[in-house]
């Protein structure tokens, strides 16, 4: 429960049937869209009268499955045709007799079978493929779900494998409910979670639930496509439906995360608030960093749970299914239909409607239900461009962020808990927030499993306060908590050691503050300064192909713990940009994304480049701060770039090659948020180099060319950083020891 999350694109409305389309789909149409004339005639142009036979399908959401051909019929692919724009979109059939179509439109629609040659073979009846409608009430109330493994129904059929465990007995109830839903195991009876123990001793019910095409569920499994977000819709529905429950939350760290924004976008009625923790905002956050493919962690995510939605992929299943479970065993059946997620990350590296449709902040701003959002700036699976989500979350009734240094596993830190827990006690469970001492020692203990060391959990705020009076000081308090510096004060613990309220993010009274390039006097290639820089200067570096497979642990179990073995080395003589400010005369902090606005050239058509920010101590330690990546012929921005937050547009059309004899072109970085207190008699670096050795677990497919790149400055070509500058900060006096703050590696 506390691994990884994933990945793929971007913003248009959550109610765009075009966003559910999947663009992999052949079809059979003319250039003007409509049905081809060859596609219902022989060689000799006359019409053939095609068969009618009644098929086995079930239309579910934006797609059609067929559960089985009948005896004597021979096919290979089944045609879906829209009997409204004539688009047709058509799928292999298993040697089982089965199959899968994706990314329909809402609609009717006619369904024909093909042959290896994809001509016409039966005419099969017309159906109606669904859009985001949903059931009526009686539908949930129709089902029964009991303590222990069991199955939900959604509105298609699809069963869901399904694992309750109540506080007590089902006619002790109604209880407040929490349910995780992913593509994990959440459902594996067999599993030790330590939730298991933890929400029922505080009297939470827990439904925990396996996404269609994982685990015991039914159906064919891609990750995150839409028909998975109103599959959790039926689940919270029928979870409420049950006596034993009352009000229902969703929690859970990545992937259960994600879900959550996905499920909660639909608006279930019944939903009452979420906790999505360690999550991204786009999948091509994660999948192609600044256009440049992430075969590090976002390859082998797709690969392990593509491989885990496979028939059996999951060993537990097994034991289900040698128990005599027919319904985990049929269930099994539609895997064959399962697409390489590895494959069609590779085949889609610009943004499309099919990325769309997977990531959380298209249809973010559909959430009506209170949230609690937390995240780390470096977290090494999912990234840390998650607060753009806080853009888009303007409909939640009641909003908490805490953003804070450190690992994908740490909001399950023990100061996170205990905030979740009073947020989960006002809005789900109707309960005082406190926790009794007894637990908070057995949690604190299960801490240290993560973390190689116990925690603490500190006290809740709220004490003495009634459920009532905690959301009251939830909706009324800042919503904006960000935790400085975790890990000074207990070296690589996710301890805080400062913590600043904001109103919004990111902070109004930030201000956007730039730092030229510009003559060194210490030797490095630029100077960085508040003032503009008075001549031309240029400096260069030769990228380095392999440093894109560098990642900085080879020890990754260890960097959770109290004791991680960083590997962050320095850059190699001429291949890096180094720009470096004089020692800072007062404190200096930066709150959120930076834009890092470079003028280059190179001597290819096109080239990938890193920006790294870090602090240089008055003994010389330099502490990663955070980093930023950009193919360069990607650099054309989206409409909704900022001075601070220069996103690509991610649209093929976009792509501009460079030109190795023209003129420099501006390159703007978009440096991931971050928040960091620059001591005063510390030095503000940036540097500029080959993507790589910049995160655990992320790693770089970069040019294999050695390419020079140049980076220019000067008054026709003032390349610049552009920080949000936060004044007021009151930043504690001692300085943090090389090395103690959480996820942050430090050069001695």
Known sequence: MFAVAMLLAASCSGTDDDANADSTDKSITSEDGNPSDDAATNVDQQPVELEEIELD???????????????????????????????????????????????????????????????????AQSVDIPGEENPPEAFYASMTLDAGFGYVETRDGTTLSANVILPGEAAGGPYPTLVEYSGYSPSDPFAEDPYRLL???????????????????????????????FDGYDVIETVAAQSWSSNIGMFGVSYPGIMQLH???TQPPSLSAIGPLSVTDRIDSILYPGGIYNNGFGESWSEEVGARAQAGGQAWTQTIIDQGDTICDENQGLRVHNPDLVELAKERPFLDDYSLGKSPETYAADIDVPVFLAGAWQDEQTGGRFPALLDELENAPALRAVMYNGLHIDSASGELLVQLLEFYNAFVGDLPPNIDPLTALFVGAALGQLYGEPLILPPSDYAGFTAEQTR???????????????????????????????EQWPPADAVATTFYFGPSSDGDSFGLSADAAGEEATASFTSNPAEGQLATSSSLSTIWTSTPDWDWPAPAPGEAIVATSEPLTDDLVLVGPLSADLWVSADDVDADIEVTVSEVAPDGSETYVQSGWLRLSRRVLSADATELRPSISGLEADVELLDPDGEPVLARVEVLPFAHAFRAGSQLRITVDTPGASRPRWRFDVSESETEITVHAGPNFPSAIVAAV?????????????????GQPCRP
Not at 93 to 106: C, M
Not at 472 to 479: D, M, Q, T
Not at 727 to 742: A, F, K
Request: glycine share 10%; hydrophobic share 35%.
């Open 472 to 502: 009251e000081a939830f909706i009324s308090e800042a919503p904006i908590r960000i935790q400085f510096e975790q890990g000074a004060t207990q070296p690589n613990l996710p301890v805080t050691n400062f913590e600043v309220e904001f």
């Open 199 to 229: 929400l029922p001793t505080l009297g939470y019910a827990l439904v925990q639930v396996n996404v269609r095409g994982t685990g015991c569920s039914g159906g064919s499994y891609d990750a995150f496509e839409r028909i998975q977000s």
């Open 263 to 265: 499920v909660a976008s």
């Open 726 to 742: 936060v004044p007021g900060v009151d930043v504690p006096s001692e300085r943090p020891p090389c090395g103690s703050l959480r």
């Open 57 to 123: 399908l079930r239309p579910g959401v934006f797609q059609l499955t067929l559960d089985r051909l009948p005896d004597g019929v021979q096919a290979n692919k089944i045609q879906v045709s829209s009997d409204s724009s004539g688009e047709a979109s058509t799928a292999e059939i298993s040697g089982s007799g089965t199959a899968v179509v994706r990314g329909l439109k809402a609609g009717s629609a006619s369904v024909t079978l093909l042959d290896q040659s994809d001509a016409p073979t039966h005419k």
